[in-house]
C-alpha cells in the first residue's frame, strides 16, 4: 500500500486577549477579531509536509470549518506547501460544539475521499488554543471508524503502517496502527515554514475549495446549535478581589501557625 494523501485539520482560533463572549449564547464572538492557525494544528501541518518531503506520490491536503474568512489562513497553508485546501462552510454550522463540529468534519472527509482519493492518514493538533477540550480528533476518529493515537510527540510513517510516541500521565509511549489512521499532535516544537515570496504570490492566485452543506451526504439535525449536546447555561464574568494580610509574630514558627489557621478557615487545606 501506498502512502497516498495526508489530510490535515485545522482550526481557525482568535486572538485570545481580543475574545468576546456572546453573553446570550454563550459562544466566542468570532466577527471582527483576528485569528491565527491554532498552533498545535500548524505544527501538524509542518510534520505532514515532512513527511510528503520524505515520500514520493503523497500530497498533504488541508480542512478547515469557519466562516468565508477562514480562507486566508488557507491560503497561508496553501504558501507553506499544501497541495489543496478546503473550506467547510456554511450558517448551519454555526454554534456547533466538539460532537457536531466532528461530525461535520467527517462528512467532508468522506466527500474528499471520493473527490481527491484515498486519505491514508489524518493529523489533527491535539486540542485547540480556544476550548482545550481535545475531543474533535477522537470522535471524528469514531465517526470515521478508523484506528486513532492520541497526544504524540513523534512519528514514523510507512506505507501501510503509522508509530507514534505519545504522551501518558506515567511518560512516553511507542504505539503503532495500521493505516488508515488518525493522529491527534501533542507539542512537537515545529514551527510551520516560512513561504518564500513566490510561494504567497502563487497562493493568492490558487484557488480555496469551499464546501457546502448541500454538497454533503449530512443530517443537518446533527451540526449547529441543534446538533449539539453541549449547552452553555450561562456566562460569567469573574472578578478578582485581593485583600492583603500581614501577619504578625515573634518567629517563623509561630508565622507558620497563623497562616496555617488562615489556610484551614477559608477551606485552602
Known amino acids: 500500500m501506498e502512502l497516498r494523501n495526508i489530510l490535515v485539520c485545522l482550526k481557525a482560533v482568535p486572538d485570545v486577549e481580543k475574545i468576546r463572549i456572546d453573553e446570550r449564547t454563550g459562544n466566542l464572538v468570532r466577527a471582527g477579531v483576528p485569528c491565527t492557525v491554532n498552533p498545535l494544528d500548524a505544527g501538524a501541518l509542518e510534520l505532514a509536509l515532512r513527511i510528503r518531503d520524505s515520500s514520493s506520490g503523497c500530497r498533504v491536503l488541508a480542512l478547515s470549518m469557519g466562516m468565508e474568512s477562514a480562507a486566508g489562513l488557507l491560503r497561508e497553508c496553501l504558501a507553506a506547501g499544501a497541495d489543496e485546501v478546503f473550506l467547510l462552510c456554511g450558517e448551519v454550522f454555526g454554534g456547533s460544539d466538539t460532537l457536531a463540529t466532528s461530525y461535520a468534519l467527517s462528512c467532508a472527509v468522506r466527500y474528499l475521499s471520493a473527490r481527491a482519493g484515498e486519505i491514508s492518514l489524518i493529523l489533527c493538533g491535539m486540542k485547540s488554543a480556544d476550548g482545550e477540550t481535545a475531543q474533535v480528533g477522537p470522535e471524528l476518529a469514531e465517526y470515521l471508524d478508523i484506528p486513532q493515537i492520541t497526544g504524540a510527540v513523534g512519528l514514523i510513517v510507512g506505507p501501510d503502517r503509522v508509530e507514534a510516541w ?104
Open 166 to 269: 505519545r504522551e501518558t500521565d506515567e511518560g512516553t509511549e511507542l504505539v503503532g496502527s495500521p493505516l488508515p489512521c488518525l493522529v491527534t499532535v501533542a507539542e512537537l516544537g515545529y514551527s510551520l515554514r516560512c513561504p518564500t515570496v513566490k510561494d504567497r504570490i502563487a497562493a493568492r492566485r490558487a484557488a480555496v475549495h469551499v464546501i457546502r452543506p448541500e454538497e454533503l451526504e449530512i443530517d443537518l439535525s446533527k451540526v449547529g446549535q441543534r446538533g449539539s449536546p453541549t449547552k452553555v447555561k450561562g456566562v460569567e464574568t469573574p472578578e478578582f478581589c485581593r485583600r492583603p494580610q500581614i501577619l504578625q509574630a515573634e518567629s517563623g514558627g509561630e508565622a507558620a501557625e497563623k497562616l496555617m489557621d488562615i489556610l484551614h478557615r477559608i477551606g485552602a487545606v
